[in-house]
Every structure is written in C-alpha cells, then in structure tokens.
C-alpha cells in the first residue's frame, strides 16, 4: 500500500507541469493566429502632404516633405504667361512593339535610391500595341498584390509603394500606363496607414492613402503622353496627360514632372511653371516643388485632383 501511495504522488508531481505546458501551449497557438500585423513604421501618423512656406515676393522659404528625410532644394514657380524656350530637350523616340509578358515591380520607396534589395513584389502587367503606334501598359493591384505589398512594406519599412515599369535598356517604355486600384486594395492601402507612388515614363504620380479611402469602388489611373497633343508655348517636356477618376470627396495626389537632363541655372529655375489644361479648355498655372525624379535627373512637382494636360513651362 506505501509503495502504491507513493507511485501514485510521483505520477501527480510528474505529470501536472506537462498538462499546464500543453495547456499553455494550445492557448499560446489559439491567440496568436488572431494577432493582427503592426507595422512598425514611426512615421505613420505624419500627413501625406508637403507644405510650403512663401515670403512677400512669393520665394519659398520653407518646405516640408514627408516623402524624404533629407531636405531638397525649393524653387520659386512664378505664375506668369509661359514665354518661348531654347532648353527643350531633345525626343527620344522609341519603335514600340508588344511584348508577351511584361512584369512590374513594387518596392518601398524608402529603399528607391539605396543599395538595399529588400524584398520586391513582382506582378503581371498587361502590355498592348494601340493603333500600331504606342504601347499601353495595364497593372491590376488587387488585394493579393495590396497584401504582398503591405507586408513587404513591414519588412523593409516605408510608408509608400512605389511600383515601376519596365524601361529602357531593359525594353521600350510604355507611351500610357493605367493602373487599376480595386476597392478592396484601397481599403487595405488605407487600414495599413499606406500610399502608393506610380512611375510612368513622362511623370510619376504620388497617392497618399486619404486618396485611396474616399469611395468604394475601383479607381484607375492614367498617366499618358500623347504625341499628337500640342504642347503650350514655352514648354520644356512633354507633356503628361493625367487622367485621375472622380469622386464624392476629392484628394489632391501629388504629380512631378521630369526637368530636362542639362543643367538649369538659378535664373532659369525661378521661371518655371507648370501649366494645367483641362478638358473644359480653362488653363491655370500651377506653383510646386523642386524634387527628385530619379538619381539623376530632378522634377517638378506639384498638387491636384483634376485630370488634365500637364507640362512645364518657362516663364517670362
């Protein structure tokens, strides 16, 4: 009977650590699988937004821009009538030809101008021949790619995608690009604190996520450049047509416009505008910012949530 009691207080002590072990273990396993993703990005809470500061004679002051950490240069963008220019840079005119599969790449835009690969999204872009004479490229970012995104976004940390085409050396860049944001990527570009910044071959257009949650339906994107298209006088580039859909609570997005490759004195600079056309024939002139393009070449960009004509002019 001793020898039975005490097997019998051993198996207890034995055996209920490893019951509380499991038991934790299963709780540990239940909770878990609901935890949402949190992305540890300090700058979440900022606003998608660049303000400017001008002084009496209209010369930015002071600039503030979320999209980078360091400071750029700001440039005064008078509003005079464009004048004629001798810096129009030279075309570079392209043979298209369709290609049968065309991928694009979304990365975060915080790793765009470092040596760091992180963790690129691949995805299918749709590449189509228009009236044997331009190529027409078309990317769909459903919730699949919006949830890759957003986790490599986590990963690589960022709060903007940047999604870019395919281009030259690699292939002949695309005259128009169309980008479909379905409802539900929206809504999860906007959950996740995100935007989404889109390259096309004559500008780049920035959405911040407020643009993103404004309605529930698809949203696309057109950002063109067609050569039939006259250019306002003084203009230096081409010009992009900017297709932007409409909505029940408008969003300014932020567009830049590429600025020749040669070198533009102070001068020159201060009498830079860019001119807005729309398509009720009303023209504006338009102030912003001196940014960067690529590593290489600076831009022009500026806010809007109209679609329109938009080219760079110098001004008298």
């Avoid at 872009?125 to 919730?143: C, F, G, H, P, S």
């Avoid at 096309?200 to 339906?217: F, K, V």
Wanted: proline share 7%; glycine share 4%; aromatic share 4%.
């Amino acid at each position: 009977m001793k020898l039975r009691l005490f097997i019998q207080k051993m198996n207890k002590y034995i055996h209920t650590p490893v019951a509380m072990m499991a038991s934790l273990s299963i709780v540990a396993i239940t909770t878990t699988s609901f935890l949402p993703i949190q992305l540890t990005n300090e700058h979440q809470q900022n606003k998608a937004y660049a303000m400017m500061s001008t002084d009496e004679s209209g010369k930015v002051t002071e600039v503030q821009d979320e999209y980078r950490s360091e400071p750029e240069p700001a440039v005064t963008i008078p509003t005079e009538a464009p004048s004629m220019t001798d810096i129009m840079p030279d075309e570079h005119m392209v043979n298209p030809s369709a290609d049968e599969s065309i991928v694009g790449t979304i990365v975060s835009e915080a790793l765009m101008h470092t040596d760091q690969k992180g963790h690129p999204v691949s995805m299918q872009v749709q590449r189509l021949l228009k009236d044997n004479e331009y190529l027409q490229d078309t990317a769909k970012i459903d919730v699949k790619e919006a949830a890759l995104t957003v986790d490599m976004l986590r990963r690589d940390t960022g709060n903007t995608a940047y999604l870019s085409m395919p281009a030259p050396p690699e292939m002949p860049p695309a005259a128009e690009l169309a980008v479909v944001l379905t409802s539900r990527a929206q809504k999860l570009f906007a959950d996740s604190q995100l935007g989404i910044s889109i390259q096309a071959w004559h500008g780049r257009m920035t959405i911040p996520r407020q643009a993103l949650q404004s309605d529930h339906t698809d949203m696309t994107i057109r950002l063109g450049s067609d050569r039939q298209t006259i250019s306002p006088q003084g203009a230096v580039g081409t010009t992009l047509q900017v297709v932007i859909p409409d909505t029940s609570s408008p969003q300014d997005v932020w567009i830049a416009l590429p600025l020749p490759d040669k070198k533009l004195t102070a001068s020159q600079l201060n009498h830079l505008s860019v001119c807005a056309e729309y398509a009720d024939g009303t023209q504006q002139y338009l102030k912003g910012k001196l940014t960067n393009y690529n590593p290489t070449t600076k831009a022009i960009q500026f806010a809007t949530h109209l679609s329109g004509n938009y080219t760079i002019v110098t001004t008298k």
